[in-house]
C-alpha cells in the first residue's frame, strides 16, 4: 500500500511539471462569415497562416509563433491578437460588426480586448458628422472626450502590461496628431473656398461618352463632383454608393459628374496606359453620371484651385455655377442626402 501512495504521489508530480507547450492554440467563431471562410494569422513578412472556417464559422488551429502581436484577417476586416506559444486564446465576432463585437477570451484576453477597445473609441468620437462638417471647436471637444474615453479604457483592463499600455498610448497620441492635421487641411479648404463662392472652371475636359464638357455646360443644375483615380482604393469603394445615389436621384436637377485624374501612377509613370485604365474601368464598372479625364492630372488648374491633393474628394457646386461645399460629404455618407433634402434637389 505504501508503495502504490508513493507511486501515485511521484506521477502527480511528474504531471504537475507537464512541459509548456511549443505552440499557441487558437479558436472561435465568426457569424455570417464572409464567402471565403477562411482566416489568415500574419505578422508583416515573418509569419502567415490561413485557417479554414467550418461551415458554422467556428475555428480552431495551432500556430507556433514568437511572443508578440499579430493581424488577422477574414474578407475586408482585419484585427489584431497577441499570441504566445502554450497559449489558449479565443475569440468571437460578427462579420457584420467586427470589430464593435469582437469579444476576445482565453489566455491574454485582457491584452486583447483592451487593444479592441482602445481602437472603437475613435470610431464613437471622430465620427462622419464631425469629419465632414466640424468646426475647429467640434474638433477640440471629440479630441478631449476621445482621450478621457481611453483613460477609462485603461482603467478598466488595469492587469495589462505596460509595455503595451505605453504602445498603445503611442498609438492614441499618433490619432490624434493625424486627425488634427487632417482636419486644419479641410479647415483650411472651406475657409479658402467658402459656400457662396464662384466655383474655379474646368474647360474642354474629355468626355467618355464622346466630345468634350466645361463647368459652364452644366449651369442650371446642381452638380455633385467625385474627384478619382483608377488606382485608389478608397475611390472605388465609393463607388457602388455613388450609384446607388445616382439611382436615387434620377431625374432631379443634379447632374454627377466624375473627374478622373489618371496620370500615370499605378502604371509606371505611363500617362497612355493610364488613359487606357481609366476608359477600361469607366466600362467595365459601367460607371454611370458624367466621366470625364482631368486635362493634367492633380496639376489641372480645377484640381489645384479647389486645393485637392488627396482623393476621393467630393465637391458640390450649386446651379448659378457657385460653391454649395469644396468638401462634400461621400456617398457613403447619410449626410450627403441630408444635405441633397435641404436644398430640395
Known sequence: ?????????????????????????????????????????????????????????????????????????????????????????????????????????????????????????????????????????????????????????????????????????KNIEGTVQQLTRFMSAKLATREALPKGSPSPNFENYENFAGGELSLSDLKGKYVYFDIWATWCGPCIKEIPSLKKVEEQYKGKNIAFVSISVDEGRGYKGDKAAAYDGWKKMVADKDLGGIQLIADNGFQSEFVQKYQISGIPRFILVDPEGNIVNADAPRPSSDALVELFDELGI
Open 1 to 169: 500500500m505504501k508503495r502504490l501512495l508513493i507511486l501515485c504521489l511521484a506521477t502527480t508530480i511528474l504531471a504537475c511539471k507537464e512541459e509548456p507547450k511549443e505552440y499557441a492554440t487558437i479558436s472561435g467563431k465568426i457569424e455570417n462569415p464572409d464567402e471565403s471562410k477562411t482566416l489568415k494569422i500574419f505578422q508583416g513578412r515573418n509569419y502567415e497562416k490561413t485557417i479554414t472556417l467550418s461551415d458554422d464559422g467556428t475555428f480552431k488551429d495551432t500556430l507556433k509563433v514568437e511572443a508578440g502581436d499579430y493581424n488577422f484577417q477574414h474578407g475586408k476586416e482585419y484585427g489584431q491578437i497577441y499570441l504566445k506559444n502554450d497559449n489558449e486564446s479565443s475569440f468571437e465576432t460578427d462579420n457584420n460588426s467586427f470589430a464593435d463585437s469582437m469579444v476576445f477570451k482565453g489566455d491574454a484576453s485582457d491584452i486583447n480586448n483592451f487593444s479592441v477597445q482602445s481602437f472603437l473609441i475613435a470610431k464613437n468620437h471622430f465620427t462622419e458628422d464631425l469629419i465632414s462638417s466640424g468646426t475647429k471647436e467640434d474638433i477640440e471637444k471629440a479630441i478631449e472626450n476621445y482621450k478621457s474615453a481611453y483613460e477609462e479604457v485603461k482603467t478598466e483592463y488595469t492587469d495589462v502590461d505596460s509595455t503595451h499600455v505605453a504602445m498603445m498610448d
